[in-house]
């Protein structure tokens, strides 16, 4: 066996690991090591592709606002292409979601980022919705698409770029401490380094558990994505469509239209497939609220959104073992939020405080740290 050291493994080479690898390697020695032949082949290539800063919890709005200048304007060099491109986001609600509609808008760092609508402004922005379904809405003209592919090969690039490695087909098979801090053993190849970065995913716990570190109660949930037929050209400037309880979303995707029924189905950490009946079900939520008539399905998929019990995500050195570090719990907001996260994982995994400009708008270190998990991780 191949034996090397670093100063921070990382486990795991979606858009959670690659943010924390590329920021963490300009100043360390950094290894990644992927299980899969490619990084991105877990929910990172399988999301909605949404940037809002207004989805999610309140943590995960202060992330996502911490992101956007990063995701519109990223540093020279960082990519060839624009990685977002401006799509509003319309939250829809029928008679019956009216207070949902209403307590949503009132909060206090939604309120300054939506415009309400009534349901002829929603209908001019989005001409296949039902006038006897949609009530009112609220429109979010500030959110986007977001390149995944463009963002997540930009840090894998800067991390070559900042001499980083990255080593796909190495599944981390064993974790020990030992050596200088953490013995992390692949089939082939054995590391020791002080800091092990946990951006495993929905394996999160897994190799929590190969560590003999307490999990923190990761939660995989499935959810369901598919693309149809758009009726038209014209659907392309259509804002994201999302029901205020999150019962379904669409939006135009590359000539056609994705639409979810936004499924959270508990699931074991897997290559997530989609079912036949969830389709079926973001088929009639979508043809209920729209005269949308859905006669062929492109294509459909799946994966995992993994969430702990306040559905925050979970970034910080675990208190049980020294060296052992969170990046996990990232649900259904981890493209939207992975700029301002890789940056903050970078500061706290070598002992510095959230960066300034991150704390200005409103991320607190403190909400995500993983002991705030212990009581209800059920260990
Ligand atoms: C249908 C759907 C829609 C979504 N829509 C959005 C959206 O609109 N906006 C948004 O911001 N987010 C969205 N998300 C959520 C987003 O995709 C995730 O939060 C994000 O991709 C999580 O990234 P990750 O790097 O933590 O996980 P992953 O991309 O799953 O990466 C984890 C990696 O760890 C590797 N790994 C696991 N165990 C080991 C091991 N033992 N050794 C080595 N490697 C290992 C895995 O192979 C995997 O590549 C959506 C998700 C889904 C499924």
């Not at 206090?108 to 415009?115: G, K, L, N, Q």
């Amino acid at each position: 066996m191949n034996t090397t050291t670093a100063d921070v493994v990382v486990i795991g080479a979606g858009i959670a690991g690659a943010s924390a690898a590329a920021a963490l390697a300009q100043t360390q020695r950094v290894i990644v090591l992927e299980r899969e032949a490619f990084p991105g082949m877990h929910s990172t290539g399988r999301s909605a592709a949404l940037f809002s800063e207004i989805y999610g919890s309140a943590p995960i709005r202060a992330l996502s606002r911490a992101s956007r200048r990063f995701l519109y304007a990223p540093p020279e060099g960082f990519v060839d292409a624009p990685i977002v491109r401006q799509r509003g986001a319309l939250h829809i609600a029928s008679a019956a979601q009216m207070d949902e509609l209403d307590a949503f808008c009132a909060l206090p760092d939604v309120a300054p980022s939506v415009h309400r609508l009534s349901a002829p402004a929603a209908l001019a922005r989005c001409s296949i919705l039902r006038s006897d379904y949609v009530a009112a809405a609220a429109l979010e003209a500030g959110s986007a698409d977001v390149d995944v592919d463009l963002l997540h090969r930009g840090w894998l690039r800067q991390l070559k770029a900042r001499d980083g490695q990255l080593i796909v087909n190495a599944e981390v098979v064993r974790l020990a401490r030992g050596g200088a801090g953490w013995r992390v053993e692949t089939p082939d190849l054995r590391i020791d380094a002080p800091v092990v970065v946990n951006a495993a995913g929905a394996w999160a716990d897994v190799v929590a558990r190969l560590a003999d570190v307490r999990p923190v109660g990761l939660e995989p949930r499935r959810r369901t994505a598919l693309i149809v037929d758009a009726p038209g050209a014209e659907s392309d400037s259509w804002p994201m469509v999302i029901d205020i309880d999150e019962r379904f979303y669409f939006r135009p995707d590359a000539g056609g239209l994705l639409l979810s029924p936004g499924d959270e189905t508990p699931s074991a950490p897997c290559d997530a497939q989609p079912d036949e009946l969830d389709i079926a079900i973001a088929v009639d939520r979508v043809q209920t609220a729209t005269t949308l008539e859905v006669r062929r399905i492109r294509r459909s998929w799946a994966g995992l959104r993994s969430f702990v019990a306040d559905r925050n995500p979970v970034v910080g050195f675990a208190s049980d073992a020294p060296g052992f570090f969170w990046l996990a719990g990232q649900g259904g907001y981890g493209i939207q939020t992975a700029p301002a996260m890789g940056r903050l994982a970078c500061a706290l995994a070598q002992g510095e405080p959230t960066p300034a400009d991150l704390a200005e708008l409103g991320v607190d270190a403190q909400s995500l740290r993983p002991d705030r998990l212990a009581a209800t991780a059920g260990v």
